[in-house]
């Protein structure tokens, strides 16, 4: 589903070098947990996958669409959360979802109905005809998260899904990203919660410092590292 190829970004003029000739492939039915300590190239990875940023040298392909050439259909075919949900303020939370949905051109039978499921599971129901400058953090986590699943992509890129997230809403999230993969989508997904990413990862890459340190599923890296947990091999690899 995503093939990343030797990408590199760089800022300040090549001198701070944020992702360092990364590779990665992350298979359809799988959830990806995307590891490493703050500013090891995370978000940077992430924002180039969706098209956000362009990588210095490298490629990346979605769903077999190059990010660089065929941006629109790729971007069709994913729903991207970001790690902080800057959102149209001085919109409602319903005017919110519609936008999105026009975007995405989602039906109108499908959007309302969509619409009524991710609200009523978040929470949201009562608050959605409010301006979303009155929501609080994690109301804006979640009207974005809604955002970005209201057209059934495929392949959810999700950066710190879990921020902000009461822990009923979070256990929710977690059922449906299990539930995703296993009708054969994709999750790809950044996390610091090492316990969240040892019960729901498939496969979990760690970054450190630009480059992909380690990549496997928990009982590769705990066999590679010799260590017992996710959280040892994290402290290891990232020290």
Same mark, same amino acid.
């Given at each position: 589903?995503?093939?990343?190829?030797?990408?590199?970004?760089?800022?300040?003029?090549?001198?701070?070098?944020?992702?360092?000739?990364?590779?990665?492939?992350?298979?359809?039915?799988?959830?990806?947990?995307?590891?490493?300590?703050?500013?090891?190239?995370?978000?940077?990875?992430?924002?180039?996958?969706?098209?956000?940023?362009?990588?210095?040298?490298?490629?990346?392909?979605?769903?077999?669409?190059?990010?660089?050439?065929?941006?629109?259909?790729?971007?069709?075919?994913?729903?991207?959360? @970001?790690?902080?949900?800057?959102?149209?303020?001085?919109?409602?939370?319903?005017?919110?979802?519609?936008?999105?949905?026009?975007?995405?051109?989602? @039906?109108?039978?499908?959007?309302?109905?969509?619409?009524?499921?991710?609200?009523?599971?978040?929470?949201?129901?009562?608050?959605?005809?409010?301006?979303?400058?009155?929501?609080?953090?994690?109301?804006?986590?979640?009207?974005?998260?809604?955002?970005?699943?209201?057209?059934? @992509?495929?392949?959810?890129?999700?950066?710190? @899904?879990?921020?902000?997230?009461?822990?009923?809403?979070?256990?929710?999230?977690?059922?449906?990203?299990?539930?995703?993969?296993?009708?054969?989508?994709?999750?790809?997904?950044?996390?610091?919660?090492?316990?969240?990413?040892?019960?729901?990862?498939?496969?979990?890459?760690?970054?450190?410092?630009?480059?992909?340190?380690?990549?496997?599923?928990?009982?590769?890296?705990?066999?590679?590292?010799?260590?017992?947990?996710?959280?040892?091999?994290?402290?290891?690899?990232?020290?």
């Amino acid at each position: 589903m995503i093939e990343i190829s030797n990408i590199s970004k760089s800022y300040s003029k090549g001198e701070i070098k944020a992702v360092d000739n990364l590779s990665l492939k992350v298979n359809r039915g799988e959830i990806f947990g995307f590891l490493g300590p703050n500013g090891a190239g995370k978000t940077t990875t992430i924002k180039m996958i969706v098209g956000l940023l362009n990588p210095d040298q490298g490629s990346i392909t979605v769903n077999g669409l190059d990010i660089r050439h065929q941006m629109l259909q790729a971007k069709k075919c994913m729903g991207y959360a @970001p790690d902080n949900p800057d959102v149209y303020e001085k919109l409602t939370g319903i005017e919110y979802l519609n936008f999105i949905a026009d975007v995405y051109d989602v @039906p109108l039978k499908e959007r309302r109905e969509r619409m009524e499921y991710f609200l009523d599971m978040f929470g949201l129901t009562d608050a959605a005809p409010d301006l979303i400058k009155s929501y609080s953090h994690g109301m804006k986590q979640k009207i974005v998260l809604t955002g970005a699943l209201i057209h059934n @992509p495929e392949l959810w890129i999700l950066d710190e @899904p879990m921020v902000g997230l009461d822990p009923k809403s979070a256990f929710q999230l977690k059922e449906l990203m299990r539930k995703h993969c296993d009708n054969g989508n994709t999750v790809f997904f950044s996390t610091h919660i090492m316990e969240v990413a040892e019960k729901l990862c498939d496969r979990i890459g760690i970054i450190n410092k630009g480059k992909l340190v380690a990549i496997g599923t928990l009982d590769e890296l705990k066999k590679k590292e010799h260590a017992e947990s996710l959280e040892n091999i994290f402290l290891e690899l990232t020290e």
